[in-house]
Nanobody
Framework: QVRLVASGGGLVQAGGSLRVSCTAS????????IGWFRQAPGKERDFVAS????????YYADSVKGRFTISRDNAKNTVYLQMNSLKPEDTAIYHC???????????????WGQGTQVTVSS
């Protein structure tokens, strides 16, 4: 079993940058793909980005491609989401999740962490 804790959210102005982190406890972290998702008030949860267990493959939603970068440090059991050129529409609660197999999309995630709030002011 994998337990995930997201952190690093906050308030930033449009055009600014923020990095959120997802730290896992449990064994075999490097065998899990990790995905980031976000949910804005009154909206459904959307896929943002994912990374394979060893970090060799990544996938991004079109809405964040070129602005966000997902990476991982397996020695620290942590996955990062670097967010640049932030827009007000990026405002949401950001969640991370773990899947036993990398997928270019939002399916297959078995473990979810609590979210971290990201607010982008205009």
């Amino acid at each position: 079993q994998v337990r995930l804790v997201a952190s690093g959210g906050g308030l930033v102005q449009a055009g600014g940058s923020l990095r959120v982190s997802c730290t896992a406890s449990g064994r075999s972290f490097s065998t899990y793909a990790i995905g980031w998702f976000r949910q804005a008030p009154g909206k459904e949860r959307d896929f943002v980005a994912s990374i394979s267990g060893r970090g060799g493959s990544t996938y991004y939603a079109d809405s964040v491609k070129g602005r966000f970068t997902i990476s991982r440090d397996n020695a620290k059991n942590t996955v990062y989401l670097q967010m640049n050129s932030l827009k007000p529409e990026d405002t949401a609660i950001y969640h991370c999740a773990a899947a036993p197999k990398f997928a270019a999309g939002s399916s297959g995630y078995d473990y979810w962490g609590q979210g971290t709030q990201v607010t982008v002011s205009s």
